[in-house]
């Protein structure tokens, strides 16, 4: 095991990258790895891969921060509105077997790939760079209910909230991606902070591995997000996230 936990360095750097770039969270990228590669239970899976998801949101959210792209006041807006739903995912981790975690996860793996195959957010600089929070609040009640899965599997509420923010809100897609970042490391250190006060630990081993690898690809991200292909970078994604989904559905029976 710890020979696998090696692993972790490298598949932080890829995943952090990935993440920053296209604007979501690693967790689900992460909990797979977990599962698959490190054989963690779903339950230490989750916190794992909140902790980490923090190293590596946090350092996507500097880079992006430090260039003055984010929607701070949205971001803090949507942060408010995902701590019930986190809350409750973090319970709901702790009722459910593992077996329905997975499946869960892999049905949620696969809609995901569905969504972005769906659909057609171009890196373009069409749209406003600012949006006021007033104009967010019919959108909340969705941000909520993504707070729940974000809680329950780690996953975050990037893969729906960067499409919202371009088609609802009008946002350009680069002020999308570094809102949906910052939102992303606040969910993460709230998520963490749940599953801890309920009672599950970290695997820690894999998180001192990970943790580096992220930082440098949170810092990596933004710089793919200017310059990689989107079409090239978003077809790795979705085929992973196709891959992944199928095996941890039929590893689920």
Request: hydrophobic share 55%.
């Amino acid at each position: 095991m710890a020979g696998l936990n090696l692993l972790a360095f490298p598949a932080g750097m890829i995943i952090a990258a990935l993440a920053s770039a296209v604007g979501i969270g690693g967790g689900i990228l992460w909990m797979p790895f977990f599962i698959i590669f490190l054989k963690l239970s779903p339950e230490t899976a989750v916190v794992t891969s909140l902790l980490v998801q923090t190293a590596g949101m946090g350092s996507g959210s500097a880079a992006y921060i430090k260039k003055r792209t984010a929607d701070l006041p949205l971001a803090c807006f949507f942060l408010l509105l995902a701590l019930p739903g986190l809350g409750l995912g973090a319970l709901l981790t702790r009722l459910l077997s593992s077996a329905n975690l997975e499946l869960a996860l892999g049905i949620l793996t696969l809609t995901t790939a569905f969504i972005f195959v769906s659909a057609n957010q171009k890196y373009s600089d069409t749209g406003q760079d600012r949006v006021a929070v007033k104009q967010a609040r019919r959108c909340g009640w969705l941000v909520s209910l993504m707070a729940v899965a974000s809680g329950m599997l780690s996953v975050s509420i990037g893969e729906w909230l960067v499409p919202l923010m371009r088609n609802r809100l009008k946002l350009r897609m680069r002020v999308a991606v570094a809102t949906s970042i910052v939102t992303i490391f606040g969910t993460c250190i709230a998520g963490s902070a749940f599953h801890v006060i309920l009672g599950t630990s970290a695997d820690l081993t894999a998180l001192v591995w990970a943790v580096p690898g992220v930082i440098i690809g949170g810092q990596i991200g933004p710089w793919f997000s200017e310059k990689i292909n989107e079409r090239m970078l978003k077809e790795v994604f979705i085929f992973l996230l196709t891959l992944i989904g199928i095996h941890l559905i039929y590893n689920s029976y």
